[in-house]
């Protein structure tokens, strides 16, 4: 997977759209992962409800 193909899917996936979205500032392919691994952190921990099958998506690309 080439770093466009990974910050394609990684937007793509419907838990970035509920994370911080820090890498629309600074362009950092760093700060997208820690978005979506911000999310489903909380997601895992039962604060906010996330699709079963987004989190799955989401632990698999990490």
Known sequence: MTLKEAYETG?????YVDSEMADQDSHSFD??????????????GG???EDPEELKK???MA
């Open 11 to 15: 937007r793509d996936l419907d838990v």
């Open 31 to 44: 700060d997208l992962w820690q978005s979506i691994y911000d999310i489903v952190q909380v997601a895992v």
């Open 47 to 49: 604060i906010v409800e």
């Open 58 to 60: 989401s632990h698999c």
